[in-house]
């Protein structure tokens, strides 16, 4: 007998947005998924040929990739940081909407920095840093953290951070400023491109369910 699909979603941020989504597609988590105070990280669905894992939004792409998970819902950030050959992104599910920027203390903004060659960024995205300052003719060297990014300016970590961005009031309140965006993000459908292959009788319908979830938004 064929095991059950694997759905990875992600702790956070875009769990409130991608629930509905998935109500839509069909797929209901069972209640213990609802418990705040459960510690289970695998749980059944209303169906039983879906199981969904809820893991930290890095780690989706990972289970994805590698094809622990078969589907899965992150944001393009993920995506686009790993890069990874094995996943296909066919869904933009339009939720989850932020971008990853740039963003300096009040002030450094203003320096001169056409004669600087080398920056010291901390951010939890290295690849897509120092690609965006390879682009500037610039090298970057990247201080990687987790969280906390805001604080890595006033300690003397990093003068600039790379980092998510939606309102903007937690860079104003640590005083920063946001100077660039270097991409702006949603969520997105992944699926592992074998088990698409292997399974495509399971997943294809999948992909289809949550296409006329958002209304056939295909991602770019």
Do not use: W
């Amino acid at each position: 007998m064929t095991r059950p699909l694997t759905f990875a979603i992600p702790k956070g941020r875009i769990l409130d947005e991608a629930l509905p989504l998935l109500a839509k597609a069909g797929i209901a988590p069972e209640a213990e998924f609802h418990d705040k105070k459960s510690r289970a990280l695998r749980f059944a669905t209303n169906r039983p040929d879906v199981s969904i894992i809820r893991v930290r939004a890095f780690d989706v792409a990972t289970f994805v990739a590698h094809g622990a998970a078969q589907i899965g819902i992150v944001g393009s950030d993920v995506v686009e940081e790993f890069n990874y050959s094995e996943l296909y992104a066919p869904v933009d599910l339009d939720i989850g909407h932020c971008r990853l920027s740039v963003a300096e203390p009040t002030g450094l903004a203003d320096e001169d920095q056409t004669a600087m060659s080398h920056v010291r960024v901390a951010t939890k995205y290295p690849h897509l840093t120092r690609r965006y300052y390879e682009a500037r003719g610039l090298q970057a060297e990247c201080v990687k953290l987790n969280g906390a990014m805001e604080l890595a300016p006033s300690l003397g970590l990093s003068r600039r951070i790379v980092d998510l961005v939606s309102s903007g009031a937690t860079l104003k309140a640590n005083g920063l400023v946001e100077t660039d965006i270097i991409m702006q993000i949603s969520a997105r459908l992944i699926v592992n491109r074998a088990a698409y292959k292997m399974r495509s009788a399971e997943l294809s319908p999948l992909v289809e369910a949550f296409r006329a979830a958002v209304g056939v938004k295909d991602a770019a």
